[in-house]
């Protein structure tokens, strides 16, 4: 089903690894990656296509707009009406906070948590 997805991270390791492992569990998959919330935000009102569904991962702690920023600006952002159900969410982050996870599954469009450092079995589980 997920055939395209988005890594959102300021971590160039992070996207990497992540981009590696989704290579492993998804051939084929086509990963797009966004240094920051803002440019993922950007795309998604100009580029995105909804008729290909879009998997995000999407990281907490990042600088200029966090992902608990970005949650609450995609799902307030009127132009993105007709894309956000074609778009799922997964937080990608090595916070342990409870109160992270529970702020980033307030948002209907947060289907998961992965705790960092990621690996193949985590990844297999989301888009296995």
């Not at 100009?46 to 990042?62: E, G, Q, R, S, V």
């Not at 342990?96 to 307030?106: C, K």
């Amino acid at each position: 089903m997920w055939d395209e997805c988005a890594i959102v991270d300021d971590n160039k390791f992070d996207r990497l690894i992540c981009k590696r492992i989704l290579s492993r569990v998804r051939k084929g998959i086509n990963v797009l990656e966004f240094e920051s919330a803002i440019q993922c935000l950007e795309f998604l009102r100009k580029d995105y296509n909804p008729a290909k569904p879009l998997m995000i991962f999407l990281d907490l702690n990042m600088p200029e707009m966090s992902g608990l920023e970005f949650l609450s600006a995609f799902d307030q952002d009127a132009s993105l009406a007709l894309k956000k159900d074609s778009v799922s969410i997964h937080i990608m982050s090595s916070s342990t906070r409870i109160s992270d996870i529970e702020a980033a599954n307030r948002f209907s469009y947060v289907e998961g948590f992965i705790q960092k450092p990621m690996n193949v079995d985590q990844l297999k589980k989301v888009v296995g």
